[in-house]
């Protein structure tokens, strides 16, 4: 078996950590012991790119009790769990994927899992479908699967430049996925990720969150939790008056640079912080991003503006500026939460990662209905997914009387 992973011998850590969250994904635990029985996915072979984290495992695993063949590669050079990745090649699941790799490798690897002859592609960040469609236009796909939001946005861009060529389920817009995953697994994970680096305390401080979607939300909200003044940064005014009847305070840029401690970018977006707002922070600023790619933060223009740059910690770098002020950078600006943490937690990657394998069911049991388009899974897919982790989580669901039934399918009594 073809691979290309750090050290093998990591394997036992890692079979250790996969079973450890696999102990908290029950929902796709249910798919997988469906999937060991019916085989949906016999004869597919998948082609990933993903964080290669111990809940992406648990995910393979599921899809290969399916019938599955899967082949492997991170979808970012810094979130992969070089353990993770040793036990999965242990199981026999060939991986390609070394946490700090450089570009080069990163895009060596994707073409990797593309030689190993996908039919479905699992992408986060649209990286291998950007690939397929660029250089590898002969590989026959039947469908892909799209896990997060900057993956969606550059698929809807393809799909109206009109070169998509084969149909793509936008998992990120199932809503068991994007509001609980974006909301409460980023907010975790992403304050997580700068503990992690920089040990500092929240209570007190501003923390200034760039983009109040789905993933600032969660960020802003647990940051308050811990007792932080958020301010929040946004273009959108619909999203700004949510934040500011949320209890926070919304600055342009130039302002929040003034008063924040610690900023955090969420908006999918190109320099949301750049020169003109490292020139007005503070001495001691923290900088993280939490979106997709590491194009949030300037680090061209700060590395310019530096005198000097160095390692302070693991996961944190100092760039000293003329006048003596020292700004730290998280996970030289790349995804915080996998970064400099492990990513969002298994409970909350139950639900994205269900939406994972019932899509990939759905594109197979859809043969050749699907259009070459983006495509949203079923409602009905999406409730079943809550089901079953309102089930899991002890909670009971209410069922309406038929009384209520006709009442609610009536116009004619007011009051
Ligand atoms: P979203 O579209 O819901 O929210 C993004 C928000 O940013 C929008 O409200 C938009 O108006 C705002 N915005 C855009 N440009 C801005 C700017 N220059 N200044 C201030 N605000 C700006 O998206 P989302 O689901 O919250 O995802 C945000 C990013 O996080 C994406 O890149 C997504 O792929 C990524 N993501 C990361 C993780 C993770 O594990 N770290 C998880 C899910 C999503
Ligand atoms: N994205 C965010 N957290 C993740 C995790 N733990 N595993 C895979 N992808 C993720």
Redesign the pocket.
Known sequence: MDYDIADLGLAETGHRRIEWAGRRMNVLAAIRDRFEKERPLEGITVGACM?VTSETANLMLALRAGGAEVALCASNPLSTQDDVAAALVDGGIPVFAVRGESAETFYEHIHSVIDAGPDIVFDD?ADMTTVLHKERGDAPIIGGLE???????RLRAMAADGVLRYPVVAV?DSATK?LF???H??GQ??LDGILRAANILFAGRTVVV?????????IAERAKGLGANVVV????PI?AVSAAMNGHRVRD?RAAAREGDVFI????????FREEHFAEMKDGSILA?????DV?LDLGALDRMAVSRRRLRESLEEYTLPDGRRLLVVAEGR????GAAE??PADVMDMSFANQALAAEWIVDSGDDLEPAVHVLPADLDREVARLKLEAMGGGLEVLTDEQERYLASWQDGT
Do not use: K, P, Q
């Open positions: 964080h960040g896990e997060t939001t900057t993956g969606v946005i990120n994007h995953d974006n909301r697994g980023t994970s992403s760039a983009g109040y979607g789905d993933c600032g939300w969660g940064m946004e273009v959108d999203r840029g970018t969420a908006t999918g977006n190109i320099h949301v991003n939490a979106g997709h790619f949030e995804l915080v939460n996998l990513g969002h």
